[in-house]
């Protein structure tokens, strides 16, 4: 009972919270901003009024799974970018992920907001091809920020080669069955032709909202390639982003 009291005062500030972002944002746009008596979010406001440059760093994606909750957490997001697009500052989108969403209308929103920064990239090839197919605005295809860490070297015994998998939770079962019957397929064909040892790693694990939850999509993958007759790794499950450098 008192866990259900404390996710329901929770979301009663998120809930709060983002009214006031909202209300802001519509307040701005009306030339009130006079009216927004949040210091917090002034300040917050002000930051983006007198930025010479805005440069959205992220590496990771925009995108959505089925749900009210999850169409409202998308919305929040996109007020990030809804603000700075109400100013003239040049925008740079360094490389992320668009999509996959899971209504229509949501590529259509994300590509008429992100459309605004002067600068577009992408991390992959699909993400530049969704996003032109619903913006006129050319955008760039180029590299994830982690390529550009410092490398670091470890002994390695040549004779046994050590790869990394992680595989997201985001399809429907049945196109979610394909991704990972191919994972296990790719990586048992690789291991026949190199010696390799496989480790698995988990980049999320929430029990409470499972649909973002990719500890199950990374066991069926497990469970796959079992059955192929290769042995993985014991699970790496990301919780900071210390554990994440030394994996």
């Given at each position: 009972r008192s866990s259900d009291l404390s996710d329901s005062l929770d979301f009663k500030i998120k809930l709060s919270r983002s009214i006031q972002v909202f209300v802001s944002y519509f307040l701005i746009r009306l030339n009130l901003a006079f009216l927004i008596k949040n210091n917090e979010l002034r300040k917050i406001i002000n930051c983006y009024e007198q930025a010479d440059l805005i440069l959205y760093v992220g590496g990771g994606s925009l995108r959505t799974v089925k749900g009210i909750k999850n169409s409202y957490v998308f919305i929040t997001l996109l007020m990030i970018y809804l603000f700075a697009n109400l100013y003239k500052t040049?925008?740079?989108?360094?490389?992320?992920?668009?999509?996959?969403?899971?209504?229509?209308?949501?590529?259509?929103?994300?590509?008429?907001?992100?459309?605004?920064?002067d600068v577009i990239t992408f991390r992959e090839k699909y993400s530049k091809l969704m996003f032109e197919k619903y913006s006129a605005k050319k955008s760039t295809l180029s590299s994830d920020f982690a390529f550009f860490l410092k490398k670091q070297y470890h002994k390695q015994n040549n004779n046994n080669f050590i790869i990394g998998f992680t595989i997201i939770n985001w399809f429907s079962r049945e196109t979610q069955n394909f991704l990972e019957e191919s994972y296990a397929t790719a990586l048992y064909k690789f291991s026949k032709q190199i010696n390799?040892?496989?480790?698995?790693?988990?980049?999320?694990?929430v029990q409470k909202f499972k649909e973002h939850n990719d500890l199950k999509a990374t066991r069926n993958v497990i469970k796959k390639l079992g059955e192929y007759g290769i042995k993985t790794m014991k699970e790496v499950i990301i919780s900071d982003l210390k554990s994440a450098i030394n994996v």
């Open positions: 040049k925008k740079i989108l360094t490389p992320i992920s668009y999509g996959p969403f899971a209504y229509d209308w949501q590529f259509k929103i994300t590509a008429n907001v992100l459309e605004k920064s390799i040892t496989i480790k698995p790693i988990i980049q999320v694990n």
